[in-house]
DNA sequence: AATATTATCGCGATCATGTCGCAATAATGA
DNA sequence: TCATTATTGCGACATGATCGCGATAATATT
């Protein structure tokens, strides 16, 4: 693993070690992560807003999205199916009030705008208790 | 207008001068409104702190409902179509980026989660351009 | 390889939204 | 009118996220 794969090529970007730590950590990890999450992996070897600043440019890039969970913190997955144009977000993410998990869901969700309007950002969320955290379980 | 309807009554609840401005502000708006919009409406009269409480206050109370915006503000909105017991805000709502405007869209959604997954929580965002707003229009 | 350019980093300060503690105030009931 | 206590105002606090700035280091140029 720790493989080497980057892509900031374009603009003037440039690649550095806590770039491909987090980049690797988003692709790695089967959940969004938030910041907080991220400084666990990381230890404190990277700073705060750095982490923030990091994120954002990736959302910037176009190689990653940005959720607010219902918990008011930001979650940032790894784009998958996506090209740098078209991105395909309509899904719900869930979290687990229990575990904490947060999850995408499977469906893309269509939802109908009134005439006239038009869509720019979803952001659809959903908060409960997964399969391994039901009480009825 | 600034009819003096209310509805303490039962618990330990008492009707104030503040509770009934709030609650004639949520009613008369379109649209959701935060702590912020409602400072503006009320002035330096009423105490942050206090426009808080009193709108989770009707939260608790059942007559009114609590939207966390995807620019990551509580809106709250006067509940319609719903009973005390039984809400119905499973929609959308939708926030202009140009004019703030929050609305909720009319349909009901139902999303279907993973076998054993327990929903608890639904909060359903888009923002983007209504259509007075809409640059195409 | 050495140097220049400047994107990025670390650090602290700062902002924003929302909450809490507590003494003062005022709505209710007796 | 008086007693009770829900509510208010005010400041402090908590947290998530951003910003300014000098120091660092990734890239380009020589
Ligand atoms: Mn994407
Ligand atoms: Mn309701
Ligand atoms: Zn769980
Ligand atoms: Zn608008």
Redesign the interface.
Known sequence: MIAIIFLPLRMNKRNTKTKQLILETLKNAETAVSQDILQEELGDAVDRATIYRVLNSFCDDGIVHKI?G?D?KYYFAFCVNCTEKKHHHNH?H?RC?ECGKIEC???E?D?????????????????????AC????
Request: aromatic fraction near 18%; proline fraction near 9%; charged fraction near 10%.
């Open positions: 607010l219902d008011g719900f869930f009030l869901l499977p469906n969700v939802i109908k705008l009134p005439k006239g309007y038009r869509s720019v950002n979803f952001n659809g969320f959903i908060s409960g208790y997964c399969a039901s009480p009825g379980a």
